[in-house]
């Protein structure tokens, strides 16, 4: 078989942040109204701080009115909960995101939970996800990561996806179960695997469309991989690249790698998602397109779908 399709989310996510802009200004002018994005982070998690700098700018690109809130490693959880209160009750602030891991002090489900379900533009609210796990997925916010994966998937296969198997490798709340709601949406047959499940290759190479999201190095190798099978790797992982040699201070340089063992798996997939370039810029892109569902909802206009 030839080499796979390497499926490009870093080009698909610049389109999606040119029609969200584009949909921004026509609303901005018609209504007055400026989507405004809050992020917030807590602490100095480097990669942290990194994703949400790139959240901000992203914002800005948009036409959004961008918030960044930098809250100290040690800040209470009360505190936390305080300034969502007042995001929550802020008419110019639609979408309200909070950068996780949060610090161990923290009730992250808690927090979470605090949210104005409205305002949840990363999905992660029981009402968000009681949505989407009912089919009401146009009212829904779908997480970014799952939303965006989705994206990378109907672009290849279509939007029906009848009669094809797909295995989701991974079970957490923000990736692998609202993945398997969105396939299961587009009638995929899903199964959900995970670090208990019998013979995890065996039941890949079942798999007309593999998601992994494990969190492991490049696990999933050509053995897990059906002939013609569609892969979206999840995984991002900073690994030691002794090859590249040392950072200034002695330190050996890092590389970025996915879950998935990229040039292996091309061998046998029809199209792969790269890491870095696959699903992580469409991350920050489906956030950019469910803040603007959210200033949408909020003016009375029928957002537009991505
Ligand atoms: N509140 C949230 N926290 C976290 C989420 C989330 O969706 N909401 N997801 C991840 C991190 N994440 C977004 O926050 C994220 C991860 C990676 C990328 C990305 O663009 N990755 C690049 C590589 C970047 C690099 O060089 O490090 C790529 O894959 O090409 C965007 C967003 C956890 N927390």
Same mark, same amino acid.
């Given at each position: 078989?030839?080499?796979?399709?390497?499926?490009?989310?870093?080009?698909?996510?610049?389109? +999606?942040?040119? &029609?969200?802009?584009?949909?921004?200004?026509?609303?901005?002018? &018609?209504? =007055?109204?400026?989507? @405004?994005?809050?992020?917030?982070?807590?602490?100095?998690?480097?990669?942290?701080?990194?994703?949400? @700098?790139?959240?901000?700018?992203?914002? %800005? #690109?948009?036409?959004?009115?961008?918030?960044?809130?930098?809250?100290?490693?040690?800040?209470?959880? !009360?505190? /936390?909960?305080?300034? $969502?209160? #007042?995001?929550?009750?802020?008419?110019?602030?639609?979408? $309200?995101?909070?950068?996780?891991?949060?610090?161990?002090?923290?009730? #992250?489900?808690?927090?979470?939970?605090? +949210?104005?379900?409205?305002?949840?533009?990363?999905?992660?609210?029981?009402?968000?996800?009681?949505? /989407?796990?009912?089919?009401? +997925?146009?009212?829904?916010?779908?997480?970014?990561t799952? !939303?965006?994966?989705?994206?990378?998937?109907?672009?290849?296969?279509?939007?029906?996806?009848?009669? /094809?198997?797909?295995? +989701?490798?991974?079970?957490s709340?923000i990736v692998g179960?609202?993945?398997?709601?969105?396939?299961?949406?587009?009638?995929?047959?899903?199964?959900?695997?995970?670090?208990?499940?019998?013979?995890?290759?065996?039941?890949?190479?079942?798999?007309?469309?593999?998601?992994?999201a494990?969190?492991?190095?490049?696990?999933? =190798?050509?053995?897990?991989?059906?002939?013609?099978?569609?892969? $979206?790797?999840?995984?991002?992982?900073?690994?030691?690249?002794?090859?590249? @040699?040392?950072?200034?201070?002695?330190?050996?340089?890092?590389?970025? %790698? =996915?879950?998935?063992?990229? #040039?292996?798996?091309?061998?046998?997939?029809?199209?792969?998602?790269?890491?870095?370039?696959?699903? @992580?810029?469409?991350?920050?892109?489906? /956030?950019?397109?469910?803040?603007?569902?959210?200033?949408?909802?909020?003016?009375?206009?029928?957002?537009?779908?991505?």
């Amino acid at each position: 078989m030839a080499e796979a399709r390497r499926i490009d989310g870093k080009a698909r996510a610049a389109r +999606i942040i040119e &029609e969200v802009t584009a949909a921004t200004s026509s609303l901005t002018a &018609e209504t =007055g109204l400026q989507p @405004g994005l809050a992020v917030v982070i807590v602490g100095e998690d480097p990669a942290s701080q990194v994703y949400v @700098g790139s959240k901000a700018k992203r914002a %800005v #690109e948009c036409g959004f009115k961008s918030v960044k809130h930098v809250l100290d490693a040690d800040t209470s959880e !009360a505190a /936390l909960l305080d300034l $969502i209160a #007042e995001l929550n009750a802020d008419p110019d602030i639609h979408g $309200i995101l909070v950068q996780l891991p949060l610090p161990p002090q923290i009730d #992250e489900g808690k927090v979470i939970q605090a +949210i104005d379900a409205d305002k949840d533009v990363d999905g992660f609210h029981l009402v968000n996800v009681g949505r /989407l796990s009912t089919g009401a +997925i146009d009212e829904a916010f779908v997480p970014c990561t799952p !939303a965006g994966s989705m994206i990378l998937i109907r672009d290849v296969l279509g939007d029906d996806l009848s009669g /094809l198997n797909a295995v +989701i490798v991974g079970r957490s709340n923000i990736v692998g179960k609202p993945m398997a709601q969105l396939l299961l949406a587009a009638n995929a047959t899903v199964t959900i695997a995970h670090s208990r499940t019998k013979d995890l290759p065996a039941l890949c190479r079942n798999a007309d469309i593999l998601v992994a999201a494990v969190g492991r190095p490049e696990m999933i =190798g050509a053995d897990y991989v059906k002939e013609g099978a569609v892969v $979206i790797d999840v995984g991002i992982n900073r690994i030691d690249a002794p090859e590249k @040699g040392n950072n200034p201070d002695g330190s050996v340089k890092t590389r970025l %790698v =996915g879950d998935v063992a990229f #040039e292996a798996a091309s061998q046998k997939a029809a199209a792969i998602t790269p890491v870095p370039g696959g699903v @992580g810029p469409m991350t920050i892109a489906m /956030l950019m397109a469910n803040t603007l569902v959210a200033a949408c909802r909020a003016a009375g206009r029928t957002p537009p779908r991505f």
